[in-house]
């Protein structure tokens, strides 16, 4: 297994602009975990789906912040307008069924200026 | 709302000790993961604990769940400084289906 790929790995942004980032689950997984990670609030959930639906979209920040998984195997977190405070670490992850580990994907480092 | 907690957030270690970082957690659940982060990389998976009384250990690592007290331990016996990074423990929400909430982690340094 290729493991869970996200892209980009790094991403430089001026504020005001539009953010996508983009996440391929490991095959076969039916669950997929969008995190952000700061220094300050730790590792929050802000979105998981299961079978391509979204659950629990509790945690997403604010409502410049939306998510889509339209098949799969691939989801999108997107963050239009961006702000310097969205600078975080975003990780996507994924596990076959409830009651199993979480893959991670190696992260998108996010600096909005 | 599903709190979990660690004890201690930073441990500093000589190699050689044996020492135990706790987790704690408010809701019920029998589904607890332990995780390492080294610093700028991903996180990866350590154990899986899936049901009351479980232990599971690999090399210098022990992890145990409780789910009446709702507390699980990780337990580092004899350190050394190849387990320096940071450790965060995962709860499943019973009560939220498929729900996973992270610990704050702990920090772990071991000192030659």
């Known amino acids: 297994d290729a493991g869970v790929i996200q892209s980009p790995r790094h991403e430089v942004t001026e504020m005001g602009q539009e953010v996508t980032l983009r996440c391929k689950p490991i095959s076969g997984h039916n669950s997929l975990f969008w995190y952000r990670q700061t220094m300050m609030r730790g590792l929050e959930l802000l979105i998981y789906?299961?079978?391509?639906?979204?659950?629990?979209d509790s945690g997403m920040p604010e409502d410049r912040f939306s998510a889509k998984m339209p098949n799969a195997s691939f989801s999108t977190l997107k963050i239009q307008p961006s702000e310097p405070r969205d600078s975080a670490v975003y990780f996507c992850?994924?596990?076959?069924?409830?009651?199993?580990?979480?893959?991670f994907g190696e992260g998108s480092r996010l600096t909005v200026l | 709302e599903l709190k979990v907690e660690q004890n201690p957030l930073f441990l500093s270690m000589q190699e050689g000790k044996n020492y135990t970082i706790y987790c704690n957690y408010s809701t019920t659940s029998d589904r607890l993961y332990w995780y390492r982060q080294d610093p700028g990389k991903s996180l990866e998976s350590l154990f899986v604990l899936l049901s009351n009384g479980a232990v599971k250990q690999e090399g210098r690592l022990m992890a145990s769940l409780d789910t009446k007290a709702r507390l699980s331990t990780l337990h580092i016996t004899a350190a050394v400084h190849d387990l320096s990074a940071t450790y965060f423990c995962?709860?499943?929400?019973?009560?939220?289906?498929?729900?996973?909430?992270f610990g704050p982690g702990t920090s772990l340094s071991v000192i030659p």
């Open positions: 992850a994924s596990r076959r069924s409830v009651g199993g580990e979480l893959f």
């Open positions: 995962a709860v499943d929400m019973k009560t939220s289906y498929d729900k996973v909430i």
């Open positions: 789906f299961n079978n391509n639906v979204p659950i629990d």
